[in-house]
């Protein structure tokens, strides 16, 4: 069905050549992985509710300045994005223990941490994504010390908008995983967050229950994945609940422009 070349097929994503040069297609798939995809599964509706849900906050955080790799959404499933060089970390900003924290550490679960941790992680499927320091990262070159600090302050700033964005529909942001890209634009380069950010790669736990409306539910078999995700979509005003002339169930609002 697809005519375009594919560039990259990771776990929950494909990535297509784009219309233009210096653009690219994301696709976001049903898959869903945990564990370094030692666990698998297809979640019908899982990539239709992550596409939107991400071009939602990545449209919110560039009306905050945050310099982002998003153009458009082009359908259910896709996103038109600026070509970047995927910066090989995976930024983690913590704000309650969970998670690997708590192993780590022996932490209590929901814990408020005393302020906001960043941790950095090396992508690498082989190795299972190992936690590295910034020593790591300068000294084998992954990204240069400027690049670590814009890194961390747009993390904190994502961090800082999203806590108040979730906090006002009644979701804590627990912690979430964000990547950065290097944009070469007009002989410059500089770092924008990339990737996506969804229910995929967020904690997400209701103010009042603290019910997970995130991938833990998948990690931990929790069952009601697309529930919970449809829930984070509604809350944030971007799915409509049995609109007039549909049977049942909730619907994606199609467009916005
Ligand atoms: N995360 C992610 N991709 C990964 C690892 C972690 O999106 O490969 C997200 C995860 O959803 C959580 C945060 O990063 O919101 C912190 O994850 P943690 O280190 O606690 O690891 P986990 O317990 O998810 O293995």
Request: glycine share 8%; aromatic share 8%; proline share 4%.
């Amino acid at each position: 069905m697809n005519r375009r070349r594919r560039l990259y097929e990771g776990k929950a994503k494909i990535l297509y050549e784009g219309p233009e040069p210096g653009t690219l297609i994301q696709h976001f798939k049903d898959d869903a992985t945990a564990f370094n995809a030692r666990k698998h599964d297809c979640i019908e509706g899982k990539g239709v509710l992550n596409n939107r849900i991400s071009e939602h906050i990545f449209e919110r955080l560039a009306a905050v300045g945050i310099p982002t790799h998003f153009i458009k959404r082009m359908n259910m499933r896709e996103q038109l994005i600026k070509e970047v060089e995927i910066v090989p970390i995976e930024v983690v900003v913590r704000n309650i223990a969970a998670g690997s924290l708590v192993k780590k550490l022996g932490l209590e679960e929901g814990m408020q941490l005393p302020r906001s941790i960043i941790e950095f992680y090396y992508k690498s499927d082989e190795l299972d994504d190992p936690m590295v320091s910034e020593e790591h990262i300068t000294a084998f070159g992954w990204a240069s010390p400027q690049e670590i600090d814009e890194m961390m302050s747009l993390a904190l700033r994502i961090n800082d908008f999203l806590s108040g964005l979730f906090y006002g529909i009644g979701i804590r942001l627990v912690d979430f995983k964000i990547e950065f890209g290097r944009l070469f634009e007009n002989e410059a380069m500089r770092i924008v967050l990339a990737d996506e950010i969804s229910p995929d790669c967020c904690r997400l736990w209701d103010v009042e229950t603290d019910d997970k409306l995130d991938k833990d539910r998948f990690r931990q078999d929790l069952g009601g994945l697309i529930d919970a995700y449809q829930e984070v979509a509604k809350r944030l005003g971007i799915l409509m609940e049995n609109p007039q002339n549909e049977p049942s169930g909730p619907r994606l609002v199609t467009s916005r422009e």
